[in-house]
């Protein structure tokens, strides 16, 4: 068998779209040949640094996200839903807290990126499922504990979000991102004979597929195996 290709995703958690992408990628992690890894960073640095403007800012944008999301939920079988005030979630209040709180996370977790995985499932379900907040502890706290976390666990991870090591993690990582020409989330990196191809978006899975010499079996890829 030919050596697994590490494909990196840049996610963060205000994203819905980074979301989708999310979701297809840990679905896929066991079905292409793939070595999947998880790099939470922070959204709000990588527009502002990249020059990028936002969906939100640009009211037919805005007004097509809306439907849009409504759409790919039923697609992706992804159970995302508007809050009652996206502006206000995703440029107001943002998501530093919640991508750092990410980042302890996997800063503690040794064989593997289940927590990583479980906790940022979770936040997102607060935002883009549950319309809850993400920015203040008790409600980071409870989105730990609800991924599985036991309550030492949570109480650690809570001292350590808002460490300087943590900042300074997920800050590198923010700028890994942007070293690959980031512009917004979710980006996907897939490192093929040593070279980095990086695809954007949540719609790019044939293209990305092509790209690495795998095969794409829809957003549900044990369904559609189920069925060949």
Not at 75 to 91: G, N, W
Not at 132 to 147: C, F, G, N, R, V
Not at 205 to 215: D, S, T, V, Y
Request: charged content about 30%; proline content about 6%; glycine content about 6%.
């Amino acid at each position: 068998m030919a050596s697994r290709k590490v494909v990196e995703l840049f996610y963060d958690v205000v994203s819905p779209y980074s979301w989708l992408g999310f979701e297809v990628m840990c679905r896929y992690r066991h079905v292409w040949n793939i070595e999947l890894k998880l790099r939470p960073a922070f959204l709000g640095a990588v527009m502002q640094k990249s020059g990028n403007k936002p969906p939100g800012l640009v009211p037919n944008k805005f007004k097509y996200m809306d439907k849009d999301l409504t759409r790919l939920a039923e697609y992706f079988d992804v159970p995302l839903k508007s809050p009652s005030d996206p502006f206000e979630v995703m440029f107001e209040k943002g998501s530093m807290s919640a991508m750092r709180l990410v980042t302890a996370v996997q800063e503690r977790e040794t064989g593997g990126d289940k927590q990583v995985e479980q906790v940022s499932r979770e936040l997102w379900r607060r935002i883009w499922s549950e319309d809850k907040d993400i920015t203040q502890p008790a409600s980071l706290s409870e989105a730990a504990k609800k991924a599985g976390l036991s309550d030492g666990d949570v109480q650690e991870i809570l001292q350590m979000y808002t460490s300087q090591p943590i900042k300074d993690k997920l800050k590198h990582t923010t700028e890994d991102a942007l070293s690959y020409g980031a512009f917004g989330f979710p980006m996907i990196v897939c490192h093929i004979d040593g070279k980095p191809e990086v695809f954007f978006g949540s719609d790019r899975f044939e293209l990305m597929a092509h790209f690495i010499g795998e095969r794409w079996l829809g957003p549900k890829p044990d369904t559609s195996a189920a069925k060949l």
